[in-house]
T-cell receptor, first 113, second 116 residues
């Protein structure tokens, strides 16, 4: 069965420090991968998606970057965090089909102080 | 323009009663999918139910059903026989068929509180 792992679960980082979040998927190949951010009490905003290795699309301009070095690995990073980067980060994967749900990892709660 | 609109920031329901969470959407794509997710306090997104734009019947999954009114562009979630464990955030989402990224677009969510 397919599983998705995301870590760390919680992170407290000072302003100006770097960020590295990792997401891996098991049990499937060539998944579509997504990074979402959720501000407190708000909905999910899509940050990046990837339909293949090395293929990254950004949905909104921001202080973050994403990479997909392997088929089932999706990374989110920043060189210098801002206070506004605080939030709950979700990694998700789905098959490239209209009628299949997206599966989410456990999420990462990032607090920038 | 908002593609997914959830107009109820918060809802209360008595345990064992049914509750309807509203969702309207906006798309010109004839092929699309609508999804509902539950987010408990832990933060993880849990898939509940799916409705395709060409589906003739409303989707059902256990105590969850989707009231799909295509002409009104609404896809309301109905939870029957509410349980205390249903207290959570609920998100409506849409995927458009012409979008090759197959990304999900989410609404702002509704917080449901089930009263004992």
């Amino acid at each position: 069965s397919q599983t998705i792992h995301q870590w760390p679960a919680t992170l407290v980082q000072p302003v100006g420090s770097p960020l590295s979040l990792e997401c891996t998927v098991e049990g499937t190949s060539n998944p579509n991968l997504y990074w979402y951010r959720q501000a407190a009490g708000r909905g999910l905003q899509l940050l990046f998606y990837s339909v293949g290795i090395g293929q990254i699309s950004s949905e909104v301009p921001q202080n973050l970057s994403a990479s997909r070095p392997q088929d089932r690995q999706f990374l989110l990073s920043s060189k210098k965090l801002l206070l506004s980067d605080s939030g709950f980060y979700h990694c998700a994967w789905s098959a490239g089909k209209l009628n299949t749900e997206a599966f989410f990892g456990q999420g990462t709660r990032l607090t920038v102080v | 323009a908002q593609k997914i609109t959830q107009t109820q920031p918060g809802m209360f329901v008595q345990e064992k009663e049914a509750v309807t969470l509203d969702c309207t959407y906006d798309t010109s794509d004839p092929s699309y999918g609508l999804f509902w997710y539950k987010q408990p306090s832990s933060g993880e997104m849990i898939f509940l139910i799916y409705q395709g734009s060409y589906d003739q019947q409303n989707a059902t999954e256990g105590r969850y059903s989707l009231n799909f009114q295509k002409a009104r562009k609404s896809a309301n979630l109905v939870i029957s026989a509410s349980q205390l464990g249903d207290s959570a955030m609920y998100f409506c989402a849409m995927r458009e068929g012409e979008d090759s990224s197959y990304k999900l677009i989410f609404g702002s969510g509704t917080r449901l509180l089930v009263r004992p």
